[in-house]
């Protein structure tokens, strides 16, 4: 009795193993998956188009000596603001007081040579053309003197513009002249400050079929304010307008100059500094979709659709621009269709879904183009 019991006891748990493994390897049957969608809407989105820009004050005036000397005072410091004829510099004139006393002299010797001959000549003792002579020569002598004087006024310098001062390279008992290479500083004018950028022959064709305009003057009038990205990647306070384009293009590079202006008033923007400055170009009734739902195929870009019936297929795309997380898209979708905007690489056509619609519908951005 006892063996017998054995092997049916052992008979039984070969019977509950074998079952137990048939039932793991049973197949469960597997559900649509979810997938966030959203619908397809047609609206207005604005790219910003950037360009690396320099700075420059409104006016950039160096300041250089007219005369030869030694400077005496440097009566500024470098960034000082300076308004329009405060003195600047004073340079070493003595030679040129001792020029000046003896150019005086030939003067009054000259003057003293026509009145000894005028009456001379009135009395017809000589000819009239020595008087004429020594006329010329009183008036060459004034001329000389004129001059130097002159020079010597050009030993205070003052500035000829308000703005703020440059580097000051020399220092007080530094020889200077007018072929000095370098200029004694530089005035800023900073009030207003030109952003230039350049364009090249794509951008310049775009640009122009963008904005209206028979001329490139003309498109720049209907340019909307434009921004500016500062060296710490925050925003300008204030817009700008684009003032001017060159007529010509650059022809080593291919590039076309533009200028635009900001004002300045708080001086948070620097002669010699640089920015970005971004163009807002707006798409009227665009299709916006999310970069996240766009994948690549054999170079293509594509993106899958929502059927009736909740199974997906793949469309081709033409996408003309980026307007930050999306893609602006000209062709291959309409409003109202809906599409996966996540988890594209687990779908292939034909394959069902669950569309989960509580996820937002992509809206058109507003952040930089790349």
Do not use: W
Request: glycine residues 8%.
């Amino acid at each position: 009795m006892k063996k017998t019991t054995l092997i049916g006891a052992f008979a039984a748990l070969i019977l509950l193993a074998s079952c137990g493994k048939k039932e793991e390897q049973a197949p469960q049957a597997a559900g649509p998956m979810p997938f966030p969608v959203a619908t397809v809407t047609a609206e207005n989105a604005v790219v910003y188009n950037e360009f690396p820009a320099n700075f420059e004050g409104q006016q950039n005036v160096e300041i250089r000596s007219k005369v030869t000397g030694f400077i005496t005072q440097i009566l500024v410091d470098e960034g000082q603001q300076v308004r329009k004829g405060q003195v600047l510099f004073k340079i070493e004139t003595q030679t040129l007081n001792q020029d000046a006393a003896s150019a005086k002299a030939k003067v009054a010797a000259a003057q003293v040579e026509v009145d000894r001959l005028k009456p001379l000549v009135d009395r017809k003792i000589i000819s009239k053309v020595q008087l004429e002579t020594a006329q010329a020569n009183l008036q060459a002598a004034k001329a000389a003197y004129a001059s130097v004087a002159a020079n010597i006024g050009y030993g205070t310098i003052t500035a000829p513009v308000s703005g703020v001062i440059g580097g000051l390279p020399f220092k007080v008992g530094a020889l200077v002249s007018p072929t000095t290479t370098d200029p004694l500083t530089t005035v800023s004018d900073s009030h207003v400050i030109r952003a230039y950028f350049s364009m090249n022959e794509t951008q310049l064709i775009s640009f122009a079929k963008t904005f209206k305009g028979a001329t490139l003057q003309e498109k720049l009038k209907n340019v909307p304010p434009v921004g500016l990205i500062l060296a710490d990647d925050s925003e300008y306070n204030l817009k700008g307008k684009l003032e001017t384009v060159n007529g010509l293009a650059n022809a080593t590079t291919g590039t076309t100059q533009f200028r635009a202006e900001f004002n300045n008033p708080e001086a948070v923007l620097r002669s010699g500094g640089k920015g970005t400055v971004r163009i807002p170009v707006t798409y009227n009734n665009v299709i916006a979709v999310p970069q996240n739902a766009v994948f690549d195929m054999q170079g293509k870009q594509m993106i899958y659709v929502v059927n009736k019936d909740n199974t997906v297929k793949s469309k081709v795309l033409t996408i003309t621009n980026t307007s930050g997380t999306n893609f602006i898209v000209s062709e291959g979708l309409q409003a109202g269709e809906v599409i996966v905007t996540e988890g594209a690489g687990k779908l292939k056509d034909g394959m069902a879904i669950v569309p989960q619609t509580g996820a937002p519908a992509p809206q058109a951005a507003t952040t930089p183009a790349k």
